[in-house]
């Protein structure tokens, strides 16, 4: 009789929900104590594949890549570049759970890329629910962009951008161990980040020209790189031992640590507003991983009556 492991996997997501936001808040007071953006996300991925690296040796694991999965991995380090220093310039100035909230319409945008990407069938309650949760962004947006500028915008473009780094993910899930894709990934991304970083160096572009890390900055710097890695290893092995239908609502808890971390450490806490957006983006995503799961009864349930 095979194990049940569902409960493994429910402790190691909420694990990841407790640990993630402290990568935000890592990168948020590396920004806050003068550190420019394209620094902290050439960080993330500087103390993420040292991390990496002995674990995928103990594991045993092949380093060997194929030109075809050296492409792929290049395109998942790109956009996780791209969403990491969305998000961080995001946060630099705005609380971490109104950016976060925003960015939690990235499973709305990734259900619609699917749909025209990998033809998954989108009914028209999901698309609903889509819109209903964009509404919901639209909420904490307005109030966000009125306060710190057009800033709050770039919490979308970690949605949009992360959506696609799901998207080559699932490509490549069949195929590469995901140890493995986490190491690539971070190495990949450093070799991106690094030649950009030293262009910029001494030309005074805030956002990418590099300074000397000082006093706590040096911890907030590993810090966005230890979390991010240790959440990841923790949501990875969740979906190894329980099925992401199971995982998926519990993702929601993380904006609440959120909020928790963002009032205890910067004194922000979200306003009536965009506690509205929060409660309607995730009553949406809600319903949504409630679709699939009724989807997914369904198909099972056909599959019998259509094998000979």
Partial sequence: MAKDTTLQGIILMLIFCMIAPLLDVSAKLAAEGGIPVGQITTARFVVQMLLMLPVVLVMGLSLRLTPRALAFIIFRAVFLILSTFSFVSGIAVMP????????FVEPFILLVLGSFIFGDHVGPRRIAACAVGFGGALLVIQPSIQVFGLVALWPLGTAFFFAFYMLVTRAISAWMHPVTMQFHTSWTGLLICLPVMALANGTGALPLDPVWPEGLNWLWLIGVGFWAALSHMSMTYALKFAPSAT?????????????????????????????????????????????ERMSARVLAQAVPHIIP
């Avoid at 971490?96 to 960015?103: E, S």
């Avoid at 609502?249 to 993380?254: D, N, R, V």
């Avoid at 904006?255 to 309607?280: E, H, K, Q, R, S």
């Fill in 247 to 291: 995982l998926a609502p519990l993702h929601y808890s993380e904006i609440v640590v959120a909020v928790a971390l963002g009032y205890l450490i910067f004194g922000d806490f979200p306003n009536p507003m965009t506690w509205a957006g929060i409660a309607v983006i995730v009553a949406s995503g809600l319903y949504i991983i409630h679709r």
């Fill in 96 to 103: 971490v759970a109104d950016a976060l909230a925003i960015a």
